[in-house]
């Protein structure tokens, strides 16, 4: 990897808790045992779609985690965070096992980001890379300017994430809560899934500040303790 490359791969860092193992695969075992293959020779570049709140995010990001662990190389780059930056930010990443990017919907109306992909999916492929990106919706329904952009990610191997209803948050709060050997009451686990955003990159983040605060404080996971931590 050049040292261009390597600046860059420092400027998009991904949370290294969002693993497989904490991801609750409800229906979307097919996704994940795909994901598992990377980067391997038999494994394909891919295209995950799903509404918001399905773990697209979460998996870019176990993806990420699973290849550094591997001894590879991987980028997270969310374009909700990066589209108002230069294009160029994508060059250079074809040097990696590994470029995961997120948020594919924002790149609707933005001609030199789409056109930066196109050409960072191109040089991806020639140097034997793999490329996994996520959206809301398939690759026609992106509004994507550059047809040849559209017809790469057509090209991609794709998934559809089913969408996550309350008993599968529950059940991904609960594992949250369990990885950590905390005790989150009943009412406190309600409170979390009526007042948080519920997806689970959230959850995620959430019951790591609770986690942080209750080893601080010595406190139980109450609704005021909760109210209190996550207000601050």
């Not at 979307?28 to 391997?40: G, Y």
Request: with cysteine; glycine share 6%.
């Amino acid at each position: 990897m050049t040292e261009h490359s390597e600046q860059l791969a420092l400027n998009f860092r991904w949370n290294h808790a969002a693993d497989f193992a904490g991801f609750v695969a409800d229906d979307n075992e097919q996704v994940i045992a795909a994901l598992r293959t990377l980067p391997a020779a038999q494994s394909e570049s891919m295209y995950l779609a799903g509404p918001a709140g399905s773990g697209k995010s979460h998996l870019l990001q176990a993806a990420c985690s699973q290849v550094s662990a591997n001894g590879g190389t991987a980028v997270y780059i969310p374009l909700a965070q990066h589209i108002h930056g230069a294009a160029e930010q994508l060059d250079g990443l074809e040097a990696l096992t590994l470029v995961a990017i997120d948020d594919l919907n924002e790149l609707a109306g933005n001609a030199r980001w789409q056109e930066s992909l196109f050409y960072c999916y191109n040089r991806i492929r020639d140097r034997g890379g793999r490329l996994l990106v996520a959206a809301r919706s398939a690759p026609p329904a992106l509004g994507l300017d550059l047809d040849d952009l559209t017809s790469r990610l057509q090209a991609l191997l794709r998934w559809r994430l089913s969408p996550p209803d309350d008993a599968r948050r529950r059940k991904i709060l609960a594992h949250l809560v369990a990885r950590r050997g905390l005790d989150l009451p009943d009412r406190s686990a309600n409170y979390l899934l009526r007042y948080q955003a519920r997806d689970s990159t959230n959850l995620l983040s959430v019951v790591e500040r609770l986690d942080q605060a209750s080893l601080q404080t010595g406190r139980r996971l109450t609704v005021p303790f909760i109210k209190q931590v996550l207000s601050d």
